[in-house]
């Protein structure tokens, strides 16, 4: 009698282009597997490498040094098949050189090969770039069952009104009528992706009337924060479990058992609420940069307003407070309340406060530069000095003691370019750079749910950087309810000045906007790494021309 | 008796999403043409909208803009046949939305409309982020030839141990016996593609015995350098005419002429000499970002060094004495050649020349530091405090004034990391980011090759950053001879550890620089656009992990 089979998924972090590190947590999750009873063990895709490897594949060397660690875990391999995701060299001269594939590691030997087929060249995705798409859809045999492997972009192309792709994989697949479908993703987070991801499993769980075992990556890439979630999904289209969000995971499923799943599922699933998501996605993205790069501790600038308030809160939830260091800077245009609400919000966290004015330094600058101004007035000139000054200030601090300046702008302001280069868009992550100003309240309401750990006045204040006398963000700006709904539509939807209007907004509002957000580009393009939480976030996701002209 | 047909290539410089401006052109082109007796008249990939307008192709408003344009130029096609690339929709549901596309105009209809087959997805380029593939290989007659349009890429997948791509477009293009060939690209220069373009031009019309009309595009777009030299290639190989490098020219050839050409061309052809090649590139990259953006007047800070020396030259070539600002900023580790050299250039280039010293701005600073610093000693902090102090004198004057701070940054020490984040790495462009230091020497040398316009001792002096006393480059790099070829191997060859040792690198030095080069990746995220001459610049078209432990 054929056993029952039991797979096990394992989602784990791991670090780009580290690969003794991902190999040993492979091996480290092979054992546990094995020790649960697994027959299977499915890691995520590229997992030997870390997702995304970028340019690195353009290195022989990194692609060399992939295959030896696949090597290296073969002998894991003897009682228990190992699935993971590895780029291999496309044999064929014809094409790009490599494939992302999947491997099947059974009794000390690469048992099986697939390449995947859709490749995802769109939004932050550039595979195309690197590896030629496969055309080779089939199954593989394992203990009496044909299981279809896919990767990622594979399974997407179904249920879609205008699909990217001429190709359905799984349609492929399913002409040799597979019994069992494995899913191998690294497949980044924004606020609707575990929904989508949900949706896209049970479809093709349903569609296919197949066992769906769905892989994905967790743990923070810079910029791009993914969630796991992994995801069993029975063939009626029921989910069978989903893994935790944010967190490594293995867990083994019994595939008998899976097959007349349909159980109740009410329990199933992690957070819904958009704002819970966006607090653990922002936690994971800022822990994640700390601990791969070896840093500990952060430090930023307390302005007294909500975006370094938002950002401190997370900083000290995501590094201990121990680890975080606010710095209060008051200058010549600092209101009372801006002192006194930062350091109220320190105390709050109980993080390190420092208070050092600026007022000797920019006259210092002013001095030396008044020369050369030709009596020109107080302008913007004056304004960046003193944003750059509290950059150079919390720099400073950054080089001698090895803190990382986190920037706290926002999306709203990044968008139409109210900030300073070099002044408050300095630092080496952007917390928030992915928030619209609205969401940045929603955030702060969230995190002081429990107890007022930002200061109320930070929130109920109308915001000001405070560079001229009496400056409030709405002598320039529209509010940000209709500025927030408005960059929403232009950027996540991508909606042109005509459809805007058609919407309802003003039409003098929308080329005022659609000009600064397009004529902001170049300074955009300094800025530090974006963690992304959005369908489209600043950053490699969104690529323009710094001199283009369109709708300026 | 059917009459010669004569066809004119428009090498034009376009501005990205500037409609009006580009159709504009393309109108007094067409113009130009008919007045010289060409029947048809050939623009380049994506003419109407400029390349590379990267995301603007998701806004469906700028998709219809371009079809607006192309439908104002139909009158002008009453007499004359109009090729010119243009985003077109894509109506089939399944694949990508939109074409990469050549359109032919004539009798006020599009007659003929050709989607480019291979998509460059590598690099600097993002096709098939945007772009289904054409696969409707094809003839268009005219004048009663047949004539084979493609696009780009289509001509460069010959001649290759290695293609990119399983199609090559011509082979098939060949089964409609074409008579004709018109090649529209947008090819971005680096130092080599004159030759390459040049052969692979050639080699298509000997290859396929047909005479090939090849058309760029010139001019700059940010930090992409479009050179022009465009080609005609009479069936037996020989170059009949180039068109001149990064200038806009517009040239009638008489078909019948090509077809028997076998002439002399030992006079066709631009300027092969790499460091010459270089500077007109360069030129070219300051004049269309200031011209493009609208911007008059450059500053830059002088150190008395050879990089801001040449930037120096550049710029003032570019734009004219009277547009360029020098600032002398003498620190308290400035050596009294620094600003006697600084102001000698100055005098050479007839700029203006500013001397403020950062002494008091500086000590200001450290006053206001120095009760937060816990005594430690002197180091990177005060280093990097003096390249910010300079970096913001020369924004706040940009601010002031108007003027584009020019960064003048080289690519060796980009690539390792010797550079202050917010100090010299600041500005809207990198003048010489794509030279490494050894190139920077050359193009030194090719400056003052009449007269001396770089003081020789900013020549001749060992590098230093004057950040503390004393310092040289030398004492924490190694000598650039060596470290150019390293780091040229490493980032141009994508060699890896194993093959730099091989090639005669000593592991000690291959393990240091490869490290400092993957660790430095957060420096140049932030980076203003560097003007590209090499085939592998900093920029868009290399891509790396920033939290990523390749080699570090």
């Known amino acids: 009698m054929q056993a029952n089979m039991k797979i096990a998924l394992a989602q784990l972090d791991y670090i780009i282009g580290d690969f003794e590190c991902n190999r040993d ?42 295959k030896e660690m696949v090597d290296s875990l073969l002998p894991e391999s003897h009682d228990i098949a190992i699935v993971l995701g590895c780029p291999v060299i496309n044999p064929v001269v014809e ?55 896919t990767i990622c972009e594979d399974i997407w192309n ?52 197949l066992s769906f075992f769905y892989v994905n990556q967790t743990g923070a890439q810079t910029e791009l ?11 009626s289209g029921t989910v069978v479990d989903e893994l935790p969000y944010f967190q490594e995971c293995i867990r083994v499923f019994d595939c008998s058992q899976i097959q007349l799943f349909s159980g ?72 009372d309340h801006s002192i006194r609400d930062a350091k109220q919000l320190a105390h709050n966290l109980g993080i390190t406060w420092e208070e050092v004015s600026i007022d000797k ?21 004056e304004e960046n000095l003193q944003a750059r000054i509290r950059a150079m200030y919390l720099m400073a601090m950054g080089n001698k003691f090895g803190y990382v300046l986190l920037n706290t702008s926002n999306k709203s302001e990044a968008a139409v370019g109210y900030g300073t280069l070099y002044g408050d868009m300095c630092g080496g992550l952007s917390v928030i750079g992915d928030l619209y100003k609205t969401q940045v309240y929603a955030l702060a309401a969230y995190l002081n749910r429990e ?18 006398p009496n400056q409030k963000d709405a002598d320039s700006l529209p509010d940000y309810d209709t500025l927030d709904k408005l960059l929403e539509a232009y950027i996540e939807q991508c909606k042109g000045p005509a459809e805007l209007i058609r919407m309802g907004f003003e039409e003098a509002l929308v080329n005022r906007v659609l000009r600064m957000v397009n004529l902001n580009e170049f300074k955009r393009f300094q800025s530090p790494p974006v963690l992304r939480v959005s369908t489209k976030a600043f950053g490699s996701g969104r690529r323009l021309p710094i001199v283009g002209k369109y709708l300026f």
């Not at 690469?110 to 199954?139: A, I, N």
């Not at 330094?361 to 000139?381: C, E, N, R, W």
């Open 25 to 66: 947590k492979i091996k480290h999750a092979v054992r546990e597997a094995r020790s649960g009873g697994a027959n299977m063990v499915v890691f995520s895709e590229l997992a030997i490498c870390g997702y995304p490897p970028r340019d690195f594949l353009d290195y022989g060397d990194f692609v060399v040094r992939c």
């Open 95 to 149: 094409g790009k050189d490599l494939f992302n594939a999947a491997q099947v590691l059974h009794r000390g030997e690469v048992v099986y090969e697939y390449h995947k087929m859709l490749l995802p060249t769109y939004d932050v995705f550039d595979e195309y770039r690197y590896f030629e798409p496969g055309d080779q859809p089939g199954v593989f045999e394992f203990m009496g069952k044909r299981i279809a492997i």
């Open 158 to 209: 179904i249920g879609n009104e205008n699909p990217l792709y001429r190709e359905c994989p799984m349609d492929l697949m399913k002409l040799h009528e597979p019994d069992i479908a494995i899913n191998l993703s690294a497949s980044p987070f924004s606020t609707v992706q575990a929904e989508r991801r949900r949706s896209i499993v049970i479809e093709n769980a349903r569609r296919y009337g």
């Open 225 to 235: 924060l993914f969630d796991g979630g992994s995801l069993v999904v029975a063939p």
């Open 264 to 335: 109740d599922t009410s329990t199933v699933g992690g957070p819904t609420q958009e704002v819970d998501l966006i607090y653990q996605a922002l936690i994971c993205g800022i822990k994640g940069y700390f601990q791969k790069l070896g840093f500990k501790k952060a430090i930023l600038g307390l302005s007294g307003g909500i975006d370094s308030a938002v950002c401190a809160v997370l900083a000290t939830d995501a590094l201990g407070p121990e680890n975080v260091v606010g710095w209060g800077m008051p200058g010549p245009f600092s209101s």
């Open 361 to 381: 330094v920019y006259h210092a600058y002013i001095d030396a530069l008044v020369p050369h101004t030709q009596g020109k007035s107080f302008d913007v000139m």
């Open 451 to 468: 107890v007022e750990r930002i200061p109320i006045n930070s929130i109920v204040k109308p915001p000001s950087a405070e560079l001229r």
